[in-house]
């Protein structure tokens, strides 16, 4: 009846028509593409799949090795590394490990307590030196100068020195690696140090090379390098962060 008395709406319903009827294969078409593209792609098979890596070829290349002996300070190139339990290590010098050495500050007396209340539970570090003062690594975040304090190294020799400490203008300080076999013993032999989540220890290294650092950083208050030896691997549980 609408098709004889209205012709122009024929014309109308006749392109509505023509529309659904595509969509109606058009849709469940692209439905079963997609589903078997994916299917493809996960399970192998597809021309499309990027192809899979040969173990024997060779993805990339390294172009340089460096260590951070000093936490937050410069690095030093390396020719080889061993990968090891605390980091990596240059071949050619076994203190030569990545992170080994950081600059601590001591925590206030409300931090302190904190911190104790925290790693009471599961810390041996704690539990042995309660009381005692804890220390915190300093960082870029707060001494931005960090980044200019050169570590080097020497052979180890007679003149008794490992670590050497370079800063712009020419300041230079040796380091003499102190406590555990390393020397002499240190004025506060071990320190007890909080690094993000856990508790740990680092033998400081003396007052000479804690003024230097102290004075070139602009710390207002006193700084003391500390190393963590192997003997000292830091702790961790099960809700340490870094």
């Known amino acids: 009846m609408c098709v004889l008395v209205y012709p122009r709406m024929n014309a109308y319903a006749r392109l509505v028509l023509a529309r659904l009827d595509w969509l109606s294969l058009a849709l469940p078409t692209a439905v079963f593409a997609c589903s078997l593209f994916f299917l493809l792609r996960r399970y192998g098979g597809c021309c499309c799949a990027p192809p899979r890596p040969d173990p024997g070829a060779c993805t990339g290349r390294v172009g340089a090795l460096f260590v951070f ?3 937050s300070c410069a690095g030093v ?3 080889e590394a061993e990968v090891t339990p605390s980091g990596l290590r240059a071949a050619s010098n076994s203190l030569n490990a990545d992170r080994a050495w950081a600059i601590v500050r001591r925590l206030g007396a409300e931090a302190a307590r904190e911190a104790e ?4 539970k599961f810390s041996k570090f704690s539990a042995a030196g309660k009381g005692k003062a804890l220390y915190e690594p300093i ?7 960090m980044v200019f304090v050169q570590p080097s190294f020497g052979a180890g020799g007679d003149d008794g020195w490992e670590l050497r400490l370079s800063v712009p203008g020419g300041g230079t300080i040796e380091a003499p690696l102190l406590g555990a076999g390393g020397g002499s013993a240190a004025k506060e032999a071990v320190l007890r140090c909080v690094v993000w989540n856990s508790m740990c220890q680092g033998r400081d290294q003396g ?4 003024a230097f650092l102290t004075a070139y950083l ?10 963590m030896g192997e003997e000292m ?10």
């Open 69 to 71: 002996p000093v936490k």
């Open 77 to 79: 190139r390396v020719e």
């Open 117 to 120: 209340e925290k790693f009471s």
């Open 139 to 145: 960082t870029i975040r707060s001494h931005p100068r």
């Open 207 to 210: 007052d000479d090379v804690a």
């Open 218 to 227: 602009e710390s207002k208050q006193p700084l003391r390098l500390v190393h």
């Open 233 to 242: 691997l830091r702790p961790l549980c099960s809700d340490v962060k870094y």
